[in-house]
């Protein structure tokens, strides 16, 4: 059973407009979450993050979202560009410890010059 | 070099031969994960080291699978008889025990024919 759910597997977006990457979690201990971008024959890197005690983690063109009561999460990227095309993965942990991440399957962002 | 490495980045080997897989990690980083990546899935949690404790193998899909680490350094995934399913990316990441935030090896990509 899926803890961390990454429904869309794919999304394409024009290059200056909005990315918006969705991530839903079922496990309400989950507290910390974690956005994490990957290109091919790459091993992942840490994007932005977010503790569950906001609503709200800002970053550059990179802002997360977190909606606790409906277990939702997303990634906005504004504005997209070329080099943003990515596999992004959502990740979940219960924070303040050093346990493994959960993962979701991720979408593959693809941004149209 | 300054971030995690992985030997060999490409294996492949045939059905019933064990395969080693290494993972240098970031220096001063106590813990260490390692994840797998089949086609098309997200990363799947394997084992977790922290330092000298006991490793948390939970994650191990079965016991052909075992993982060494020596303290905080060099960490080695074996699987022993492999089996075409085995075929995936195996990712390595570490942390300090400060952060959430783990980094991620380029991986290892292991085929099995």
């Known amino acids: 059973d899926q803890q961390v759910k990454q429904n869309s597997p794919s999304l394409s977006v024009q290059e200056g407009r909005i990315s918006i990457l969705n991530c839903d979690y079922t496990?309400?201990?989950?507290?910390?979450f974690l956005w994490y971008k990957k290109y091919p024959a790459e091993g992942p890197t840490f994007l932005i993050s977010?503790?569950?005690?906001?609503d709200k983690n800002e970053d550059g063109r990179f802002t997360v979202f977190l909606n606790k009561s409906a277990k939702h999460l997303s990634l906005h990227i504004v504005p997209s560009q070329p080099g943003d095309s990515a596999v992004y993965f959502c990740a979940a942990k219960i924070g303040g410890s050093q346990g493994n991440l959960i993962f979701g399957k991720g979408t593959k962002l693809s941004v149209k010059p | 070099g300054a971030g995690v490495s992985q030997s060999p980045s490409n294996k492949v080997t045939e059905k019933g031969k064990d395969v080693e897989l290494r993972c240098d990690p970031i220096s001063g980083h106590t813990a260490l994960y390692w994840y797998r990546q089949r086609l098309g899935q997200g990363l799947e949690f394997l084992i977790y080291?922290?330092?000298?404790?006991?490793?948390?193998k939970s994650g191990l899909p079965s016991d052909r699978f075992s993982a060494e680490r020596t303290g905080e350094s060099v960490s080695t995934l074996t699987i022993q008889r492999t089996q075409q399913e085995d075929s995936a990316v195996y990712l390595c990441?570490?942390?300090?025990?400060?952060?959430?935030?783990?980094?991620f090896g380029p991986g290892t990509r292991l085929t099995v024919l």
């Open positions: 977010i503790s569950s005690i906001k």
């Open positions: 080291f922290q330092g000298n404790s006991a490793p948390d």
């Open positions: 496990n309400s201990m989950f507290d910390y």
């Open positions: 990441a570490t942390a300090t025990d400060k952060y959430n935030e783990q980094f």
